[in-house]
């Protein structure tokens, strides 16, 4: 890397990295700092219009293109004329619930009620199993939707099929050659899947069922369902397309980023009791925003099936009475406290171990009693902390392990553990590129380990060895301001693969560092041009970065980088950044 491509002149920060611009080059004349921000993630300049302003109509593919969805679509048509019982089957995280409570909410409104089934989590595991299934078809059910689940339920789906129950699978997770017996199979990661469908592997589940509900509705339409009454506006639900979303921590990239978009405005209209319940719940008094997706409202519904009732997501989410969404919503809010204290238990415990493997392409951690729960939470702050794949498994008495795993970017985890299962290492497993679950036989988590590493260690020493801080934008002390703030999030929404943008801000002094809550370090950034904001670095305490701020002498300058934020508590047009890195000036 040349000296020319580092911002600040920064080859090694306190961090250990370089700082470098994400495009290449700083500021472009004639172009926004909107515009520069949807340049640095992939939009062509040709294609800058739409993705200002991302909507539905810009986006969505033809659900035509998908294969089976036109099957899919008649046959759920054939049942709702025929007066057939319809059932959803979901998983028990957001993206499942979200999912469930879309279709469910989309057939009431086609006159339709259907039964909902949602697995419990430690009873059941994930996914449809054959019992479940068969007692579906025993509550007079001819028709089941499974949705976020199912691509890899062969058995389960045999077990229908040889009890008359007829199955459509709605996933998105990643898929091995052979197909499960169903009626129709839609999943845009299906490997005989089109160019057009498979272009979309990156939508959650929530996705494809929308895609489901549209192409339904258009099946309806065509045999003249609709002629004498409304049709149901689908795009009413995009709510619940925007939660499920981001909580599944799917690409925010073109059809999903207009999805987030256009599902905020609906948030806002309050339509749904159960989301206002949430909403109140979380102590939001103001309008969600993409953020509050992923960490106020998304872990709240998880927390049923973490540590409550796993039906409690849909139940809320497809409410018609205030009172009972509230009382719901008061429960989930109950069970995240819960399950935070649970976390932090097993994240400590995790931590412990994760630090012998710190050098480890791929941390892989375990133990006995603990929650499978919060297992995929804690393989996150595994990845965070680490750099790193994690793997977290939770042992059962007979030593059986059910973990989650988390993946960084350019590593595909669910592909490794799909083909550590054609390996005979694991007795059921699946996701895709940045997560996935494992079921692993007693005994079996050494050689599970072994195979990991040696399959991951080349693509993680890519990602790693090329890792550098990339910045989007320079600027002084005294430009951090709420007015910023909201010329940043003009390119927003932000999450997973549309990354947020960091700014680069200095020279500044640090004045008055010190910890403040959990192991978060504060501090003032005082700056050459006479202006001063607060800063803060999170769970930092412990790290070289938290340390520097720490430690740093009152005359010392600093290049700071990281996030800008609006400033809540001054108000105003205050700002103040989160910390990701700073370097000497």
């Known amino acids: 890397m040349s000296r020319e491509d580092l911002v600040c002149g920064v080859a090694q920060s306190v961090v250990g990295q370089p700082w470098r611009w994400r495009r290449g080059g700083g500021d472009e004349l004639g172009l926004s700092l909107t515009d520069q921000l949807l340049l640095g993630r992939g939009v062509d300049r040709a294609e800058l219009a739409r993705h200002r302003e991302p909507t539905i109509r810009d986006f969505l593919p033809d659900p035509s293109h998908f294969a089976d969805m036109d099957a899919a679509a008649a046959r ?11 059932a959803i089957f979901g998983d028990y995280d957001v993206d499942g619930a979200t999912s469930a409570a879309l279709l469910t909410l989309l057939l009431r409104r086609l ?59 709605c996933d998105h997770h990643q898929c091995a050659a052979r197909h499960p017996v169903a009626t129709a199979f839609i999943n845009p990661n299906r490997l005989d899947e089109s160019e057009t469908g498979a272009a979309h592997g990156h939508l959650a589940a929530v996705g494809m069922a929308f895609l489901l509900g549209v192409a339904l509705l258009r099946e309806l339409r065509r045999r003249g369902r609709f002629a004498d009454g409304a049709e149901p506006k689908i795009i009413d639900l995009l709510d619940l397309v925007a939660l499920g979303t981001v909580a599944d921590v799917a690409r925010l990239k073109s059809l999903n980023r207009a999805f987030v978009t256009q599902g905020l405005k609906v948030l806002a209209a ?14 939001l008094v103001r309008t969600p925003t993409a953020r509050d997706l992923g960490f106020a409202l998304g872990p709240r519904i998880n927390a049923g099936g973490r540590v409550g009732k796993s039906d409690l ?19 989930l809010d109950r069970l995240n406290e819960e399950r935070r204290a649970i976390e932090q238990l097993v994240t400590d415990q995790a931590l412990e171990q994760a630090a012998q493997q710190a050098g480890a392409p791929v941390i892989l951690v375990s133990g006995r009693g603990w929650h499978p729960g919060v297992v995929g939470i804690v393989a996150s702050r ?80 890519a990602a790693v060895g090329g890792r550098a801080l990339t910045i989007d934008a320079l600027v002084s002390p005294g430009g951090v301001a709420g007015t910023l703030c909201d010329e940043l999030e003009a390119a927003g929404p932000y999450g997973a693969g549309w990354p947020g943008p960091r700014l680069a801000v200095g020279p500044a002094r640090l004045v008055k560092p010190g910890i403040v809550g959990n192991g978060h370090v504060r501090a003032i950034a005082a700056g050459d041009d006479g202006k001063s904001f607060k800063l803060i670095a999170f769970r930092a305490a412990d790290t ?26 001054t108000g105003g047009n205050a700002a103040e950044m989160h910390l990701d890195d700073l370097a000497a000036a």
């Open 111 to 169: 006159g339709v009620e259907p039964l909902v089934y949602i697995p419990d989590r430690l009873m059941e595991g994930y996914g449809p199993s054959g019992r479940a299934l068969v007692e579906l078809k025993a509550r007079g059910a001819s028709l089941a939707i499974t949705v976020d689940c199912g691509a890899q339920a062969f058995e389960a789906l045999d077990e229908a099929a040889a009890a008359g129950l007829e199955v459509i699978v």
């Open 76 to 86: 759920i048509a054939d049942a709702i004329d025929a007066g057939e019982t319809i």
């Open 270 to 283: 309050r339509q749904n009791v159960g989301m206002v319940a949430l909403a109140e719940a979380a102590r």
């Open 382 to 461: 595994l990845k965070e902390r680490f750099g790193r794949p994690a793997l977290v498994v939770a042992e059962e008495e007979d030593g059986t392990g059910k973990g989650s795993g988390r993946s960084i970017n350019g590593v595909d985890l669910g592909s490794a553990v799909l083909a550590a299962k054609d390996h005979g290492l694991l007795r059921a497993g699946g996701g895709h590129a940045m997560a996935a679950g494992v079921t692993v036989a007693p005994g079996g988590l050494s050689a599970l380990r072994d195979f990991l590493v040696e399959r991951l260690a080349a693509p993680v020493e």
């Open 544 to 569: 070289p970065l938290g340390q520097a701020m720490l430690s740093a002498a009152p005359d010392a300058r600093w290049w700071l980088a990281g996030s800008i934020r609006r400033d809540e508590w």
């Open 313 to 331: 997501g849909v139940r809320l989410l497809t409410a018609t009475d205030p009172e009972e969404a509230r009382a719901i919503a008061a429960e």
